[in-house]
């Protein structure tokens, strides 16, 4: 059945007061909000049929009202129609400096978006997988420590430090550089490639043994072209900045972040949509998702989405500024990304 106007008002304001409060709201609450001025057995009366359309429920017989998944799912598209055209809050990021490295700029952004919506807030990096190398730099640290950093056409950076036994020789340092740069510049790395550059029969054994060195720098490189780095941002903080009703949920939900391939599959599925994805409860694609909800949307390229922005949190989030900061931030990446992506 399709809900009046009025049905509508009294389900938006029991799931705004609850998702404000965590209490349920009482017939008298709700008459003194809505627009139309009704008496509180009119609104007990709406509360009975809304609740016998799967809307509403209550904790015991006495008690007010709070949503379902329903309710949350009905309250959610009417939130996503009103705002769809609106100015969305977006975070407070300061991406300049970062120059290329969208490593941090992605980092920074989930950190932001937790702390702008006191949720889980998980970002998807674009995949490296057939990126190619724009550069390599060797950088002697310390007599013993030399760091490796790639930078790829995705304005992806890789970082890996290497620790030696022995103060190493800044003109071999200096000769690798030239030498990976040349071999390497505007390749898609592969396990291949890096074996027949690092494994050349034309070098001196001096040249050989610290090329192998460099190994785990381009193990790391070549793992991350097989996947998506996962940011994840709000974590510390998640279980002290909730209610005590929250907690459990909570608990769960980091505990989800062992469960890293469940979170990568559930935001990767997004990425066709190319919109703002709110998932509630049950719409959740994974068993261990179910009791959560989530609010996701993509980044990237005008005709390509390269990566996704979500928070997650209890059924009882705010919705009206998790998709607002959703949405904000992605536009945001969107518009760091450019130039900097092939």
Do not use: C
């Amino acid at each position: 059945m399709t809900l009046t106007e009025r049905q509508n008002e009294i389900l938006s304001l029991v799931a705004e007061r609850y998702i404000r409060t965590g209490q349920p709201i009482s017939s008298r609450e709700v008459a003194g909000g809505v627009s139309v001025r009704v008496s509180p057995s009119t609104v007990r009366n709406e509360f009975a049929l809304l609740e016998e359309q799967g809307y509403l429920t209550h904790p015991h017989t006495s008690a007010g009202r709070l949503p379902t998944q329903r309710g949350y799912r009905q309250f959610v598209d009417g939130l996503m129609t009103v705002t769809g055209g609106r100015d969305v809050a977006v975070p407070l990021l300061s991406l300049e400096g970062l120059e290329k490295e969208v490593d941090g700029a992605l980092r920074q952004t989930s950190e932001a978006m937790a702390e702008a919506t006191n949720l889980l807030a998980l970002v998807i990096a674009p995949r490296t997988s057939g990126a190619r190398v724009r550069h390599v730099e060797l950088l002697l640290l310390q007599p013993r420590l030399v760091m490796v950093v790639f930078i790829v056409s995705t304005g992806r950076v890789a970082k890996w430090v290497v620790d030696y036994p022995d103060p190493v020789d800044p003109g071999t340092v200096e000769w690798a550089r030239t030498y990976l740069n040349e071999s390497l510049s505007e390749h898609i790395v592969t396990e291949r490639l890096v074996r027949r550059i690092l494994e050349s029969p034309e070098l001196k054994e001096r040249e050989s043994t610290f090329l192998r060195s460099l190994r785990a720098a381009f193990d790391r490189l070549l793992d991350e072209q097989a996947g998506e780095a996962l940011y994840v941002g709000g974590a510390s903080r998640l279980l002290a900045d909730h209610p005590a009703q929250d907690l459990d949920d909570l608990r769960d939900l980091l505990l989800l972040l062992e469960e890293r391939y469940l979170l990568l599959r559930a935001l990767r599925s997004v990425l066709t949509t190319g919109r703002v994805v709110v998932r509630i409860g049950d719409e959740q694609p994974y068993e261990a998702l179910r009791r959560f909800g989530m609010v996701a949307a993509t980044y990237g390229l005008p005709q390509r989405s390269v990566g996704t922005v979500s928070l997650i949190g209890p059924l009882r989030m705010d919705y009206e500024n998790a998709i607002s900061t959703v949405r904000g931030t992605a536009q945001l990446l969107s518009e760091f990304l450019e130039g900097r992506y092939e």
